[in-house]
């Protein structure tokens, strides 16, 4: 059994169809196995036989979509990529908190290490990690209203098959999965 993490697009806790209990009622009629959720926020850990990556995201994303109407996405890594990720430290120890706020966006598919231009002053790209396909950023959000507009640029740049979490939730994730 591999552990995994489905990083889901588009979440709204408020939604009853996107309440942790029923994201992972669907994972658990799947058939997988130590089903687990972390946050409110669309996280859902759990252990497959499956190895085939996208044909798993693909058989999610068709049960989310069937059985609750979800229709975001699904981006899956497996507790080894994420702890190898935690593991490289790619933000040279640096905490999350006001005014350096960490971000990592998981692509689905490889993306290009060569980032387009971006000058929003409120964002420091750390770089592109192509082991765990994430895009790696600081973001300052300590200027009273002033929203970086990374996620938006990311998006335009490679479309919608990305999905963001801060560094705390990546760490979270990879402690239930360890837990």
Not at 94 to 121: M, N, V, W
Not at 136 to 161: Q, R
């Amino acid at each position: 059994m591999t552990g995994y993490a489905a990083l889901l697009r588009g979440i709204m806790p408020s939604n009853k169809n996107m309440a942790n209990d029923k994201l992972r009622g669907v994972f658990e009629s799947l058939g997988f196995t130590k089903v687990g959720s972390v946050l409110a926020s669309g996280n859902i850990v759990f252990d497959a036989a499956e190895t085939d990556v996208p044909a798993l995201e693909e058989r999610i994303q068709g049960a989310l979509r069937e059985q609750l109407g979800i229709g975001g996405g699904t981006i899956i890594r497996s507790h080894a990529e994420l702890r190898a990720l935690l593991d490289r430290d790619p933000f040279g120890g640096r905490k999350h908190e006001r005014g350096s706020y960490l971000i990592a966006t998981f692509c689905k598919h490889a993306a290009s290490a060569e980032l387009p231009a971006q000058d929003d002053p409120l964002t420091e790209v750390i770089g592109y990690d192509a082991d765990a396909r994430a895009f790696l950023a600081v973001i300052d959000n300590s200027v009273p209203g002033k929203t970086p507009d990374f996620m938006v640029w990311l998006e335009k740049a490679y479309g919608k098959d990305i999905t963001t979490r801060t560094w705390l939730t990546v760490q979270r994730i990879v402690k239930k999965m360890e837990g």
